[in-house]
């Protein structure tokens, strides 16, 4: 299904002209009765001859509601552009004509309505004409431009007919099995309960979904939908869908607002986006000027940085972050627009390149520039690109569900990315990603910025610590700011790069190699003498600490030839594995074993007894219940 929007000048006949093509009238306050004036967002929907059915989302045309119409715009297939006949190009003909180019709306049709209050023919050719110049330029440069009448019916048949024909060559609403609809209409049905309405993009939605509503913390469940007043259980992308909604009440809801499946739309107050000033104003967009930003249903106010400049000028563009008062669900590729607040008039708009910067960009960092420049065309490999470089290391899922592109579609450029060495894949290989696997990947930029960085405190730890057989695995992940979800998936890529020799919780540099002086090769000899004389009662770390120094000691228990039971105890790496293995034995006869009968099975005082189990306890062979340990699992 397709989702066609009017646009146009106030009082052109709009309305008139959607209730002669469907039969519906699409101006349902009484207000907008009464004036004969739409007000807020209307919508129809008619069988073209074709057998297609359509809907129609009929926007206010009056310089006051252009907020309004804003908030129709977005999501349609197609616009009809209605010229009154007898009045030609206006004000917001052309304010909305911009609106849809600056929204790359990708076809359309102009009706020239009101024709039957053109008594001189010569008039309408000219009026048609000046239409003509109008488009040029625009995305709907070229378009049908077709003599009607809404009061009259004049031209109707004839304009289904080239709807239906404008439609034939429309690619169908694609589905990237992310589901939003942007709410433009939130009301309450006795009986029902919250009902809101919207065009539905991106995927499927179904009765018994739960949904997120973005911004906010809200869920709700779909209890029922309406496709044009009938109940369906499932609706396609490319629908105006009526959804009720359970577990919400009509207060927590309002315009501009996302229907989403939960977890993967976050809303944003910070966005980086490509902005195109309008060529028929005489005011640029200056460096920190206050704004209205639409995008959606959603607007706010907003704060525009000039990235690359003081200014864009009028028919120019440029690369620029807006900052939001107000949190919006968008994401990357979205359309928008901009107005300025007062006088209020559109002045530009473009696309969102990244709807979650990590942070405050730099003015006229080359770096950021050429990065939003290989965004703006949307190609694949330059979206997953970006996405693998938003952080040192990220997740593949991750940064599919980020790029707002069709699953498949972005695994295929990671894929291709890694094969090129553009991205590095740490846990696994270019074809794990392909089969769909979660793996940890990395930007090769940022990988090697992540290297040098473990490189150099790696280097600058082995040089204070000679002795050391290297670093604890937590210190360097913290000296290396990686987040703790990563870290064995950096552990096992540095590995394999040949950059480090990880051992137990220990790290080093793989070329590193501990060299003792032979006089600390003599302390070394005499304290391992002296710890296996009395294996099971050694002694203290402090003792050791005054015959060998802090640092021989260290290296002694990094490099695995004495086990710390706590801060005063270790034992030889051979008594521990012995005392171990008796008490596992005695488990497994007796079930159970209390410090005293473990006293005496090595022989040894209470002390170091005790030091065994707790250590027993911590690397989980054993736990304890009430005075006696068992065997874990």
Known sequence: MYVIGTAGHVDHGKSTLVEALTGIDPDRLREEQEREMTIDLGFAWVTLPSGREISIVDVPGHEDFVRNMLAGVGGVDGALLVVAADESVMPQTREHLDVLDLMRVPRGLVALNKIDAVEEPDWADLVEEEVRELLEGTTLEGSPILRVSGVTGQGIPELAAALDAMLDDAPLPSNVERPRLPVDRVFTISGFGTIVTGTLGGGTLAVGDTVAIVPGNLTARVRGMQIHKTSVERAEPGTRLAVNLAGVDRDEIERGQVLCRPGWLRATRLLDAHLEVLGDHRWPIKHNMALEFFAGTART?????????????????????????????????????????????????????????????????????????????????????????????????????????VASEAASALTRLASEDDVVVLDGDADALAEGKDLAISAAARWQDLLARMREALEAFHKANPVRAGMSLEELRNRAHVPTAFWDAVIEGATREGLIAATGSVVALAEHEVGLTEAQQRSVDEAMAAVRAEPFAPPSVSELVDRLGADLLDYLVDGGKLVKLSPSIVLAAEAYDDA????????????????????DLLDTSRRYAQALLEHMDRVRVTKRVGDARVLRG
């Open 580 to 599: 171990e293995a008796r008490v596992v034995a005695y488990l497994e006869e007796h079930g159970q074993v209390t410090l005293g009968e473990t006293r």
């Open 301 to 405: 106010p907003a704060r525009v940085r000039i990235l690359d400049g003081d200014a864009v000028t009028p028919g120019g563009s440029g690369w620029v972050q807006l900052r939001l008062r107000d949190p919006v669900a968008v994401q990357r590729g979205d359309r928008y627009v901009v107005r300025m607040p007062s006088p209020s008039v559109t002045l530009g708009g473009g696309q969102v390149l990244d709807a979650h910067p990590r942070r405050r960009h730099r003015r006229h960092d080359v770096e950021v520039l050429d990065r939003l420049a290989a965004l703006v065309d949307g190609e694949p490999e330059a979206v997953m690109h970006h996405e693998a470089g938003r952080s040192l290391v990220v997740s593949s899922a991750a940064a599919i569900r980020e790029s707002g592109l």
